[in-house]
DNA sequence: TTGTAAAAATATTTTCTTATCTTTATAAAA
DNA sequence: TTTTATAAAGATAAGAAAATATTTTTACAA
């Protein structure tokens, strides 16, 4: 099971790292990226699409073509992906479900968990893709 | 959309609050309860059962019967809830659903996430519920 | 012109959430 | 003590959402 984003968002941000590691002018296939990182071919080519239309990414059709990043990989955080994919509901609503919590009513955790979520954020947006993907141990990309 | 709990999690920790602002040895009718906490009756009736299943309520047929703590709402934390329903998959899943990120072969934010999660287990598990519903302005549990 | 690869539309599968209906236990009334 | 009303237990089904697959179309480079 998933923890604070949804399946797409997670095979989002792993297609997005991989491509972060490419040189930004070389287009990756669908077919490639997924068997690479052994996520579902046709669930994420629908998403890559999400991410184009959202301006995250480019593509091309025909022979050589496939995504790349539209921006370079140090000017895009991880949070920007997220926000394209599950948006940021998660940095509103309440924890435990409550629909009315909120500063007025809040809920057993509500003021803490604020600040939890400050730090989560601060951990999405603080470093760009690039960085990410470069602090991580490359083997665990591929297989 | 949920955040780190199912919607099943979310009503069972609602309801379970709900219980602890009440005499321990008085029982709570499902009706009484979910129209309260305007949550579904049906879904609701199905988690309490595994609650009590569980160990973590008791229940009673028959007129007068219903819901109550089995212990008392200051032996109970919100983190053996979510234990009951969901389990703590959420304490060692990776957040960004690399299924093989380890010490060994951390993701981006492999370190990051486990202080996070530190914390995250602090507030579920430090306070018993009777703190946590006490804590909470009472006005939102009711209608 | 041909093969490649994304785009798009549609369908299937699975999982999660919610409702319906029947049964069983029990307290209280007759 | 039998009846009756109440409320949980249980089984099953319906509905919705999320995840995944299939098929067709479109673009484009070689």
Redesign the pocket.
Known sequence: ??ILF??????ALQAVLYLALKPQDK???????TEKLE?????V??I??DL??KGLLI?????????GLKKSANEITILQIIEAIDGLSFMNNCVLGFPECSNDKPCAVHKKWGEIREVIHQMLASNSILKMAEDTKKPQYFK
Do not use: D, N, V
């Open positions: 099971m998933s949804s399946r797409q968002c997670e095979y287009l990756t296939s669908i077919r490639e990226l996520i579902p071919y046709h669930f080519s629908k890559l699409q184009t239309k593509s091309h059709k025909g022979p050589a073509g496939g995504f």
